[in-house]
């Protein structure tokens, strides 16, 4: 149950306008397009689970304001806090755990299973980012 719970916190994180804010805190367009151009590091067209991970543990990292590997109190995004009290009377969410639960999430928008995101796949993460805004 409680890695369900986390899980849970990890999708509305990656998912969440945090995770697609550049550094200077400019929006990033919510499509394909603009997924790979903030995420698709080697330019190929498509992300990979590496790319997808590095992108969203940068996002981690910005959230991260002490520099701890956790995220508590006000570091967690508001819409994040009540699934992280569910998780742990801590309200926390480590980088360890987060880092973990990413392959589940990359994994659910890879649905011809060839280790990339692209095309239909980048569209239908597209929408889910729209969707969790």
Do not use: W
């Not at 498509?46 to 570091?75: H, P």
């Not at 990359?106 to 569209?123: H, I, N, P, Q, V």
């Amino acid at each position: 149950m409680k890695r369900c719970i986390l899980l849970v916190a990890v999708v509305l994180l990656c998912l969440s306008p945090l995770a697609l804010a550049k550094t200077k805190n400019e929006p990033v367009a919510v499509t394909p397009e603009g997924l790979l151009k903030r995420m698709d590091r080697d330019g190929d067209g498509k992300l990979s689970f590496e790319e997808y991970r590095n992108a969203m543990i940068r996002r981690f990292a910005q959230a991260d304001a002490d520099r701890d590997g956790v995220l508590r109190g006000a570091e967690i995004p508001a819409h994040l806090v009540p699934t992280a009290r569910a998780e742990n009377p801590q309200h926390e969410i480590t980088m360890d755990a987060y880092g973990d639960a990413l392959r589940p999430v990359f994994d659910s928008f890879d649905t011809d299973r060839d280790g990339y995101l692209a095309g239909a796949e980048l569209e239908a993460l597209a929408q889910a980012r729209r969707a969790a805004k």
